[in-house]
């Protein structure tokens, strides 16, 4: 007979304070003896856009051994994931709630984490570092959402990864980005049949930052809340392309995920200066459910 294993884990919509908006995040604290194939199966299960796995670290500078599934297949990092787990780490006292850094393990290597202590802490990562790919045709990218080449900005869109490679397309307003919808098979024309999966996001600059959408058909997920992992490339993005809001531009806002009645609000914060800056992405977390699974 079978023995039967129990796991307790928590669900969190990230990026937000309020209850059902955000992203909403699956967190195992303790995922000791599961198995690449369970875990994978897990997350299918939950169907969330992220469910995230607790390990113990295997570096001794990290707290925390972290791996990152989607329903179809594991990731190397992604943001709110990030952001959710530390969440869980600090409200189970596996990681001290006085403390306000620290560092966890994920496949795309050590995560810098910061915290402004609170009631409601503010949690920061560091993006793992920012690399530029190709850029593509204007009129491909807006065959592929649906829109009208007049509705792009004068900006090429273009391949940015900091662990997950998105495509970013800047368009003239709110109501284009709400407008905007991504035809799968298009988009597997424009990278090609041998291209690794990428997720598109689509944006438009505001006083505040940019107000964005991100749809990753290609991972098994339509349409994304919020995405940690490519609002720290579309911070880099909006700088290279001088998008940015004027003085403000050293701390951002992105909101997502309102079209689709989960906003997110995305802090983000540029530290240093030419060749040397860092962008760290934050927010808020809301706990909702503490749940036992058993199989």
């Known amino acids: 007979m079978t023995t039967q294993r129990s796991y307790r884990y928590f669900v969190v919509d990230v990026f937000t304070n309020q209850p059902f908006e955000g992203n909403s995040l699956a967190v195992f604290p303790d995922a000791s003896g599961l198995d690449d194939d369970t875990t994978q199966r897990i997350a299918r299960e939950l169907n969330l856009s992220e469910t995230s796995f607790v390990f113990s670290a295997t570096r ?3 707290v925390a ?7 179809s297949k594991e990731l190397i990092f992604a943001g709110h994931p990030t952001i959710g787990t530390s969440f869980v780490l600090l409200a189970e006292g596996m990681v001290s709630r006085h403390v306000d850094h620290f560092v966890l393990e994920e496949k795309v290597g050590p995560v810098p984490i910061r915290v402004e202590l609170g009631p409601r802490p503010l949690i920061w990562l560091r993006t793992p ?3 530029y790919g190709r850029t593509y045709e204007p009129s491909a990218c807006a065959d592929m959402l649906t829109l009208n080449i007049n509705d792009l900005l004068d900006v090429a869109p273009q391949l940015v990864s900091a662990g997950n490679p998105t495509i970013f397309v800047a368009v003239k307003n709110k109501e284009i980005v709400d407008h905007a919808l991504l035809d799968a098979r298009q988009l597997k024309t424009l990278i090609g049949p041998d291209s690794e999966p990428l997720c598109v996001f689509v944006f438009t600059p505001t006083l505040e930052g940019a ?16 995405t940690g992992s490519s609002t720290g ?6 700088m290279r392309n001088c998008l940015t809001p004027g003085t403000a531009g050293r701390r951002l806002l992105s909101e997502q995920g309102t079209k689709m009645g989960r906003r997110s609000i995305l802090h983000v914060c ?22 036992m699974m058993r199989f």
């Open 233 to 238: 490339p579309l911070a880099s993005f909006m």
């Open 65 to 71: 051994n972290v791996r990152i599934f989607t329903p």
């Open 60 to 62: 001794s500078d990290c």
């Open 211 to 226: 107000y964005s959408r991100m749809f990753a058909p290609l991972y098994g997920i339509s349409e994304d809340p919020a």
């Open 270 to 291: 540029i530290q240093g200066e030419n060749g040397k800056v860092g962008i760290d992405v934050g927010g808020y977390v809301m706990p909702l459910t503490e749940a």
């Open 129 to 131: 570092p920012i690399e």
